[in-house]
């Protein structure tokens, strides 16, 4: 289908007006826009993949907590250690748990110590009772509780309906392509009613 550019399938512009696809409702995209684009969109809509878990700011301070109960660390390593016991499913960036080190640090739960170059993190007293009052499952645990949405033939399916909508826009009769809006208003419902159930 190269070569149709922006004006969409057959060289016509697809949103002009009096198109009667024009305006044809948001599970197509913005009133207007060509097919050639909307299909673009939902090819890169399905194309994204389910990214690991991000956990709230609590859940890195709870799982830090953790982590230095058990013995003292680095930085990174605690880093390492989360994406490990998450089974992948959860890698908090730099930019999340050092800030959370500096606070906990700040609040008196943590104390830092150069070691090898490096900054080695571990519980105080009071870090220690809070470790222990902290809730159970442990952030990393509940993480991979949540498995990836399976994809399987969807996207494929997506885009074969989006190009023959495409083929009834430019080829089909006024008729036609109103009962072609008859049955993607009609599917759209029906797709709505799988997730209501």
Do not use: C
Not at 20 to 42: I, K, S, T
Not at 112 to 119: D, V
């Amino acid at each position: 289908m190269d070569g149709y550019g922006s004006r969409g399938f057959g060289g016509e512009r697809s949103g002009g007006p009096g198109n009667p696809m024009n305006g044809f409702g948001p599970a197509f995209g913005r009133a207007g826009a060509g097919l050639w684009e909307v299909m673009d969109q939902l090819r890169s809509a399905f194309d994204q993949r389910p990214a690991p878990s991000r956990m709230a700011r609590g859940d890195v301070r709870t799982a830090v907590l953790a982590l230095l109960a058990e013995q003292p660390m680095h930085g990174y390593q605690i880093i390492q250690e989360i994406e490990d016991r998450s089974e992948g499913a959860w890698k908090p960036s730099a930019g999340s748990v050092y800030p959370t080190l500096q606070l906990l640090a700040d609040e008196g739960l943590i104390e830092a110590e150069e070691r090898s170059g490096r900054k080695t993190y571990s519980l105080t007293d009071a870090g220690r009772e809070a470790a222990e009052g902290e809730e159970k499952p442990l952030p990393w645990e509940t993480g991979t509780a949540k498995p990836a949405p399976p994809f399987g033939a969807l996207p494929k399916a997506g885009v074969d309906l989006a190009a023959a909508v495409a083929q009834v826009q430019r080829s089909g009769s006024p008729a036609q392509i109103d009962q072609a809006v008859a049955v993607l208003d009609e599917a759209r419902r029906r797709l709505y009613t799988i997730l209501a159930d």
